[in-house]
């Protein structure tokens, strides 16, 4: 099949389709947006009454005088800050033995000792007890260590039992402290 159409026909075609497509997109997007305008006018009214009255109430209400409370109100008011206060005082110390115990302790250690744990037990029957747990290089530094904390104040009672020297090096030791 033979074209019969000139190339500078076949341009002049090709330009005019993308001008009508560009022409048709132009003019779908105006209606596009001309709906959408039409259609969100409602909604946009509607949101500026209800801010004109919220304004006009929240104006009224700050005309208003405040009732002054009465004592009943002032009695728990009064209450609810003293149990506010005693929560807030209660949290604010929780920790301070436990800050205060591990601090000793660290104070304390010496450099070729591993402490892998230390728990806190406060009981009726035994009262409070700390033990420690942990690994140390030989008996000799394991020793220095309990001197040491038997020498700290904070500590009435330092228990290390025998059976932690048993190993001559790489010892894994068990300490039981009461604190002062």
């Known amino acids: 099949m033979i074209n019969l159409i000139p190339n500078e026909e076949k341009k002049r075609m090709v330009k005019d389709f993308y001008l009508r ?20 006018l409602p909604s946009y009214f509607f949101s500026l009454i209800g801010k004109e009255t919220i304004d006009t109430k929240l104006k009224l ?34 920790y ?5 115990v591990i601090n000793e302790i660290t104070l304390k250690k010496i450099p070729n000792i591993k402490i892998t744990e230390i728990s806190y037990q406060n009981s009726l029957q035994t009262g409070k007890k700390i033990s420690i747990s942990g690994r140390a290089s030989s ?9 040491a904390l038997e020498d700290n104040a904070a500590f009435s009672k330092v228990n290390l039992p025998i059976s932690n020297f048993v190993k001559g090096s790489n010892i894994r030791f068990y300490l039981t402290l009461i604190p002062s």
């Open 21 to 40: 497509f560009v022409t048709m997109f132009f003019v779908m997007l105006s209606v596009s947006v001309l709906i959408a305008s039409a259609l969100i």
């Open 96 to 100: 301070i033995f436990s800050t205060k």
């Open 139 to 147: 008996r000799e530094i394991l020793l220095a260590f309990r001197r």
């Open 61 to 94: 209400q700050e005309n208003e005088a405040i009732p002054a409370p009465d004592q009943n109100t002032l009695m728990i008011i009064k209450d609810l800050e003293k149990k506010l206060s005693l929560i807030e005082n209660n949290a604010k110390d929780k």
